[in-house]
Nanobody, 126 residues
Framework: QVQLIESGGGLAQAGASLSLSCVVT????????MGWFRQAPGKEREFVAI????????YYAISVKGRFTISRDNARNTVYLQMNNLKPEDTAVYYC???????????????????WGQGTQVTVSS
């Protein structure tokens, strides 16, 4: 049984930084591209960032590019999201997802992911 467990959310002021982690158990971590998505109240889950199996490819939503960095450690079965210069509009529940497909066109679609974590709340105050 594949499980994804996020941690690291919390409350931050605008301009501050937070780091999220997501540990994957129950399957070979390096078999998955790993993505971060977020969902604000009343809104649909939106793509934030993706990293390929070997870290060769990363891709970001325009809204976070230059501020967020996704990385992974296959030896630790963990994917990270470093969030700098946070803005109030970054407030959301952040989810990590595991994607088996190697088709990068599928990576930004939350409905095509195979597994999800439970989410971690990030709140940014102005």
């Amino acid at each position: 049984q594949v499980q994804l467990i996020e941690s690291g959310g919390g409350l931050a002021q605008a301009g501050a930084s937070l780091s999220l982690s997501c540990v994957v158990t129950g399957h070979t971590f390096s078999s998955y591209a790993m993505g971060w998505f977020r969902q604000a109240p009343g809104k649909e889950r939106e793509f934030v960032a993706i990293i390929s199996r070997t870290s060769a490819i990363t891709y970001y939503a325009i809204s976070v590019k230059g501020r967020f960095t996704i990385s992974r450690d296959n030896a630790r079965n963990t994917v990270y999201l470093q969030m700098n210069n946070l803005k109030p509009e970054d407030t959301a529940v952040y989810y990590c997802g595991a994607q088996e497909s190697t088709d990068s066109d599928t990576w930004v679609r939350w409905d095509l992911y195979n597994y999800w974590g439970q989410g971690t709340q990030v709140t940014v105050s102005s």
